[in-house]
């Protein structure tokens, strides 16, 4: 456009007799040239948009979630300092090579080779993370309800028994400053947890219970795994949270609870060795002072299948017949 108003400039004489005139001359060309390349630019943009396609739309709706759903992933994690030395890198490697340093240039080049491995393994905890939410989504569960089988029906038996023991064990642990950890299990499995303790796979109850979380029981310090419905493993070791962010007065068996709730779509039930408070962590997120009956109530909205609220339809055929009898029994009203 600078070359163009050279031209533009160069093609305008202005005698000096004539001053004004010249002036108003090279306004009206200027907003010539000006109009000429705001109609060329419309002319572009109609005839991109002649070309813009359905599936355009989709790619660009698609790419633009991609984008988002990267930058909530990081975002206020650690991998959020990653990310940005990673923008430094690539902004350094973009000088090097306009400003032909042919030695940095070679040593970026040599190093973004192993780009996509070095992002893998740096973002192992997030991509990890991102895989189990897409699993966790309502897609993921659409593809488990097609394998569902008759044999849950049993299994919801067995849940609500045990939530029904779980209840009344923490209302006596909440009063005996018993401290317990129990996880139960939903989609997400956790074999490798179930693997650092003890498989019992009991019909749950409240004396098994108690007697696993009696403070002298060898399988009293680690957790209770809860899978459809039985106390399938004890003793079990949790990873601990990874976020800064935690509470300094929450022991070790909240940050732990914490932890599995972060990384799996468990709901942990906790109770405080010292206080005697109720906890539940769910996706990372610890709620407390449950008393026994928000403590089943939460339970059972978290891990039974809410039924489906119907309402009452009326067809239309009798809708019509019940608004005809009752314009006549109406009628008869206003008769007598």
Not at 77 to 104: C, D, H, P, W, Y
Not at 167 to 190: N, P, S, W, Y
Request: hydrophobic share 45%; proline share 3%.
């Amino acid at each position: 456009m600078t070359n163009a108003y050279q031209r533009l400039y160069d093609s305008v004489s202005i005698p000096a007799d004539d001053l004004p005139a010249g002036l108003y001359s090279l306004f009206f060309k200027e907003v010539k040239y000006m109009w000429e390349w705001v109609q060329s630019a419309f002319n572009g943009f109609i005839a991109l948009m002649n070309t813009f396609r359905l599936t355009d739309v989709l790619d660009i709706a698609a790419v633009s979630f991609i984008i988002y759903s990267v930058i909530k992933l990081v975002r206020e994690t650690r991998a959020e300092q990653l990310v940005k030395g990673i923008i430094i890198l690539i902004i350094a490697f973009a000088l090097s090579f306009q400003f032909n340093l042919k030695m940095l240039s070679s040593l970026f080049s040599s190093f973004f080779q192993f780009s996509v491995l070095a992002v893998l393994i740096l973002f192992q905890p997030e991509l990890r993370r991102a895989l189990e939410q897409m699993g966790r989504s309502k897609l993921g569960k659409y593809w488990t309800s097609l394998a569902s089988t008759p044999a849950e029906e049993e299994t919801v038996k067995h849940t609500r028994a045990c939530i029904d023991s779980v209840v009344d064990v923490c209302d006596m642990f909440h009063k005996t400053k018993t401290g317990a950890l129990i996880v139960f299990e939903r989609q997400t499995k956790l074999g490798e947890i179930v693997n650092t303790g003890t498989v019992l796979n009991a019909i749950p109850s409240t004396p098994i219970i108690g007697n696993i979380f009696f403070n002298k029981a060898p399988l009293h310090d680690g957790a209770m795994v809860v899978r459809d419905g039985m106390v399938y493993a004890a003793g079990c070791i949790l990873p601990l949270t990874k976020n800064d962010q935690v509470s300094i007065d929450l022991g070790t068996r909240h940050r732990a609870a914490l932890g599995i709730s972060e990384y799996s779509d468990a709901v942990i039930v906790i109770v405080s060795e010292e206080t005697g408070t109720i906890s539940i962590a769910v996706n990372g997120v610890l709620t407390r002072d449950y008393t026994k009956e928000t403590l089943k109530g939460e339970l059972e909205a978290l891990l039974l299948p809410q039924p489906k609220s119907t309402e009452e339809k009326i067809p239309i055929i009798s809708g019509l017949r019940r608004g005809r009898k009752n314009e006549k029994s109406e009628k008869k009203s206003e008769d007598d």
